[in-house]
């Protein structure tokens, strides 16, 4: 009989965990790191994302030669994902970007940009991540900026 319960505590606790590991997968997906530049078009001007990809080891120290490095995560939780990224990064490669967020709570992007599916994959969104034109709230907390983007 002790065995019984002994064994049934176990499965309980066993179900308990893998309910809690779906469910902080669920309020929070994961993180890659990316490589990517701001701007619009071939020559990357105004605000905007150009160009993004997985990023599997840091940038070279040449300035302003590559792109800057950050992150994308999945936030479940506010039906979205966020791009992260240091102000010494944007210092560091693209210093004529810093007035189009420095100082501000929210930016604007103009042109539609699609997160590409080698990023999509690496997250494990079943969803396409498309940053769509419009304004969306932007944070500056211990040297990082993060932008929040909707599904």
């Known amino acids: ?49 150009c160009y993004l990809k997985l990023s599997f080891s840091s940038a070279s120290g040449q300035l302003g030669a590559f792109p800057m490095m950050g992150s994308i ?31 501000k709570s929210e930016v604007t992007f103009t042109q539609e940009f699609q997160i590409p599916n080698e990023v999509r994959e690496a997250l494990e969104s079943k969803q396409n991540l498309t940053i769509k034109p419009g304004t969306y709230p932007l944070t500056f907390i211990d040297g990082i900026f993060t932008i929040k983007f909707p599904y």
């Not at 308990?16 to 078009?41: L, M, Q, T, Y």
């Open 1 to 49: 009989m002790k065995s019984i319960i002994l064994l049934g505590l176990i499965w309980a606790f066993n179900i308990g965990d893998v309910a809690n590991k779906e469910n902080k997968s669920c309020v929070d997906g994961g993180s890659v790191s990316i490589s990517f530049r701001v701007g619009h078009g071939l020559d990357c001007t105004g605000w905007g994302i």
């Open 73 to 103: 995560k999945l936030n479940n939780l506010d039906n979205g994902f966020e791009l992260k990224f240091s102000k010494d990064e944007l210092m560091k490669n693209q210093p004529d970007k810093l007035g189009f967020i420095d100082g």
